[in-house]
């Protein structure tokens, strides 16, 4: 189809058409009817993830498109919220509290703040979010405990080091013998990031030959780790 024929690419606005074509399928299709933000989580963590692999594998007619199935479960979220009976919300409140949320967190930007380098834009960015944020009592309030537990156990570690609290996990010594990861590359701390990729592959090996779960065993390690700096923070 060309413009003439095709609605949606004739549209002036295509993303006003997406959530026209969104509103549509929510109330004509029974299978997204039956939808719940709940039941609708497990779409967007592989969409995400999907989206990731096109990132990574460079891949420019996959990014399109998966960005496009991205913002379709942005829209889809929208769609459910706006029949919600008690606090009802749609796609216009969801960009509106976006854009006010960025005019805030930009004030190099939008207001007379100055930021000549990227570390000063994460200084007023920071000082916005903490503004926004006033009801939070920890630093790590907020995470999102659902995370892969790599990505979480970053997260944490990075914000208990901008709070200024450095706990540094003990290293653990397997009960019996186990394969222990050689070290790479002759030295005991990888020195790049594939070198660190060959010594978190190699403990996940030791785990499996453990027949341990890897994956838990970083949860539950988290789970010490912010008990430790929930107490720093008190001062305990």
Not at 64 to 93: K, N, S, T
Not at 107 to 113: E, I, S
Not at 196 to 211: F, P
């Amino acid at each position: 189809m060309d413009a003439e024929t095709d609605p949606l690419r004739s549209a002036a606005d295509p993303l006003r058409t997406a959530a026209e074509v969104m509103r549509q399928v929510r109330e004509r299709c029974v299978w997204s009817q039956a939808m719940t933000h709940r039941e609708l989580v497990p779409y967007l963590v592989e969409e995400s993830y999907e989206l990731i692999d096109a990132v990574e594998r460079d891949d420019r007619a996959e990014l399109r498109e998966e960005l496009g199935d991205l913002l379709w479960q942005v829209l889809f979220h929208a769609a459910i919220a706006a029949q919600d009976p008690d606090d009802p919300f749609d796609i216009d409140d969801v960009a509106r509290t976006l854009a006010e949320k960025m005019t805030r967190r930009h004030p190099h930007v939008f207001g007379d703040a100055v930021a000549r380098t990227p570390e000063e834009v994460l200084v007023h960015w920071n000082a916005a979010k903490a503004a926004e944020k006033r009801a939070r009592r920890s630093v790590l309030d907020g995470i999102p405990h659902a995370m892969p537990a790599l990505a979480l156990a970053q997260k944490v570690l990075g914000r208990a080091a901008k709070a200024g609290i450095a706990p540094v996990p003990e290293p653990v010594s397997a009960p019996g013998p186990a394969p222990v990861p050689e070290p790479v590359e002759g030295t005991s701390a990888p020195a790049s990031e594939a070198e660190l990729g060959d010594a978190l592959l190699a403990l996940v090996a030791t785990a499996r030959a453990h027949g341990w779960d890897a994956e838990r065993a970083l949860r539950e390690r988290i789970r010490v780790l912010e008990a430790e700096v929930r107490s720093a923070e008190a001062g305990d």
